[in-house]
């Protein structure tokens, strides 16, 4: 009984032990908290979490942002709602023109900041792959 007890308590430890950082609505560094107040104003946050140097914001319209340490987004997902215009806006013209042209009434759902440029999903589930510069790359 006492050596299942300790097996336990071990088991227990081993994320605090091993420098795991998850916090649970952890403070957001001030660059992100400027994001949301541009793009996300009016819509309540739900819950922040930190793990291994990232900040997951959930909000409460079903948004969800990661940020890095420094709070700079890396991924913004509306699951199947369109992402607002502002953060559209933040893209390469080219990419939305492209996209625009290619895939009229096809909202943009995600983006994500991968080495390469961006990543972008469309409510039809295509992914599009785009330089920083918004040339396009191809598909997911």
Same mark, same amino acid.
């Given at each position: 009984m006492k050596l299942n007890v300790s097996i336990l308590a071990i088991l227990l430890c081993i994320p605090f032990l #091993? /420098?795991?950082e998850y916090q649970r609505?952890?403070?957001?560094? @001030?660059?992100?908290? %400027?994001?949301? %107040?541009?793009?996300? @104003? $009016?819509?309540? &946050? @739900? *819950?922040?979490? =930190?793990?291994?140097? +990232?900040? *997951?914001?959930? #909000?409460? $319209?079903?948004?969800? &942002?990661?940020?890095?340490a420094g709070g700079n987004w890396i991924d913004i997902e509306g699951e199947y709602s369109p992402l607002p215009k502002s953060i559209i806006d933040l893209?390469?013209?080219?990419?939305?023109?492209y996209i625009a042209n290619n895939y009229p009434r096809r909202p943009i759902?995600?983006?994500? +900041? +991968? @080495? =390469? /440029?961006?990543? &972008?999903? #469309? $409510?039809? $589930?295509?992914e599009l792959m785009f330089s920083f510069n918004g040339d396009f790359l191809g598909k997911d």
């Open positions: #091993l /420098g795991a609505n952890a403070a957001l560094p @001030k660059k992100a908290e %400027q994001f949301l %107040q541009v793009h996300f @104003k $009016s819509t309540p &946050i @739900k *819950e922040i979490e =930190y793990d291994d140097g +990232k900040y *997951e914001v959930k #909000l409460r $319209s079903g948004h969800e &942002i990661e940020f890095d893209l390469p013209q080219k990419a939305t023109a759902v995600q983006i994500k +900041k +991968k @080495k =390469y /440029g961006y990543k &972008i999903d #469309l $409510s039809n $589930s295509a």
